[in-house]
Nanobody, 126 residues
Framework: VQLQASGGGLVQAGGSLRLSCAAS??????GAWFRQTPGKEREFVAA????????VYADSVKGRFTIAKDNAKKSVYLQMNSLKPEDTAVYYC??????????????????????WGQGTQVTVSS
């Protein structure tokens, strides 16, 4: 399974970007976004369950970022609004596919996901 991430770029503080992640072939059970800056561990951003569409967010992005899915396109999206310089990072999409499902308490854990896309750089200038 390949995950293709896109949508990163350079934006001024207060601006918006939308990241996309498309999967080839299989049906998602969960999709998520993580981010990483040099010298730091990969940080959870948001996750969504395919069945029911429930979502989980990191406190640092609540109210600013929205994760969404498109069943027909087998894609997961991250709409990022009110961006801050501290949001600058490489963003990674992660996924798990049917029949494997991640329990709610582990949706924020990078180790729960078997599939990862390539990173996409998001840079927010002040």
């Amino acid at each position: 399974v390949q995950l293709q991430a896109s949508g990163g770029g350079l934006v001024q503080a207060g601006g918006s970007l939308r990241l996309s992640c498309a999967a080839s072939g299989r049906t998602f059970s969960s999709g998520a976004w993580f981010r990483q800056t040099p010298g730091k561990e990969r940080e959870f951003v948001a996750a969504i369950r395919w069945l029911g569409g429930s979502t989980v967010y990191a406190d640092s992005v609540k109210g600013r970022f929205t994760i969404a899915k498109d069943n027909a396109k087998k894609s997961v999206y991250l709409q990022m609004n009110s961006l801050k310089p501290e949001d600058t990072a490489v963003y990674y999409c992660a996924a798990e596919f049917e029949p494997k499902r991640i329990i709610t308490s582990r949706l924020h854990s990078a180790s729960a996901y078997d599939y990862w896309g390539q990173g996409t750089q998001v840079t927010v200038s002040s």
